[in-house]
């Protein structure tokens, strides 16, 4: 994967995979070894399941879940010729968010499951291709980016937590996506190229799209920005210039640290406890989910698959 790539297709190829060559056996789903890094002594990150993205052997996904040791990996989907995304666990990690859709179509529609991957329940209607659904701290408003086609650059949309009322909030010509809504307050994170140049930085703004704010400014792409569970603390991996890897900096922007640096290594999720970022990294021609503490010690992948393995996002519990 090219990190120069715009946001437009980085999305596509980074959230949608829309484009990724590697070779897909579905009956190797659950052939998964156990995660051991290099020194051999298995790593015990906290508990919480970790949701991701799941290539299929048609070149679209599923939902999965999966332990941070790398064990006990589960499909909760199996929607053969449509494409399913992973989104946000509710505050009480019993329902995941998610979008499924046919690319043929660029149609997508934000859908809820139980953690299990029973309920299966649409939530919004109509034309559009959403992605990436998160909901707000007490889980009754979502927010989602939205394409009104492939063709379109995307924009921050909120919504009941029912999908009613969409609302777009950013309504910018920039590429706005990977919102995340704070799990302390109204603000909202997410990627865009508005200040121009060559790739994304990260933004926040209000819940009703005021007060947009930016907080990084370096050269490249700081791509699909976190928020740690204290809402202090926002995690983001960067792209495109000579200091790639995974960061870390305060709710204001400052501060950054590279803590992981280590090849194409995007869209970092929190664990429980504050202490553990997961992400996905793209490393000889595969994806793979990963997991490190926000120190940048225990780096080791959770995920060894020949299917393609993204977006991951972790419980709450």
Not at 133 to 161: C, E, G, H, L, Q
Not at 238 to 246: E, I, L, T
């Amino acid at each position: 994967m090219d990190p120069r790539i715009p946001l437009t297709r980085l999305v596509a190829m980074t959230l949608a995979v829309a484009t990724s060559t590697v070779a897909c056996d579905e009956s190797s789903v659950v052939e998964i070894e156990q995660a051991v890094p290099a020194n051999g002594v298995l790593t015990t990150p906290p508990g919480g399941d970790i949701g991701f993205t799941l290539g299929t052997a048609d070149g679209l996904s599923d939902i999965a879940v999966v332990n941070p040791d790398g064990t006990g990996l589960t499909k909760l989907t199996n929607t053969p010729g449509l494409e399913e995304l992973m989104g946000g666990w509710s505050s009480d990690g019993s329902k995941i968010l998610f979008t499924r859709g046919d690319p043929a179509t660029q149609i997508s529609q934000v859908w809820v499951m139980n953690a299990d991957g029973t309920g299966q329940t649409e939530l919004t209607s109509g034309p559009g291709f959403r992605i990436a659904p998160y909901y707000s701290p007490n889980d009754n408003r979502i927010v989602f980016m939205k394409f009104p086609d492939f063709s379109s650059t995307a924009d921050i949309w909120v919504a009941n937590a029912n999908g009613s009322n969409e609302t777009n909030i950013t309504n910018h010509p920039a590429q706005d996506g990977c919102p995340r809504w704070s799990p302390v307050d109204n603000r909202i994170l997410f990627s865009s190229d508005r200040a121009g140049g060559t790739g994304q930085d990260a933004y926040v703004m209000q819940a009703d799209g005021s007060g947009v704010t930016q907080l990084t400014f370096v050269r490249g792409t700081e791509l699909c920005p976190s928020w740690s569970p204290d809402g202090q603390q926002i995690a983001y991996g960067q792209v495109g210039n000579q200091n790639p890897g995974v960061y870390i900096m305060d709710d204001d922007g400052s501060g950054a640290t590279r803590i992981y640096a280590n090849g194409f290594a995007v869209q970092p999720s929190y664990s429980p406890d504050g202490n553990w970022l997961t992400f996905h990294r793209w490393h000889g021609g595969a994806l793979d989910v990963y997991i490190v503490r926000t120190d940048g010690s225990g780096a080791t992948p959770v995920t060894r698959l020949r299917e393609r393995a993204l977006n991951p996002n972790w419980s709450p519990f």
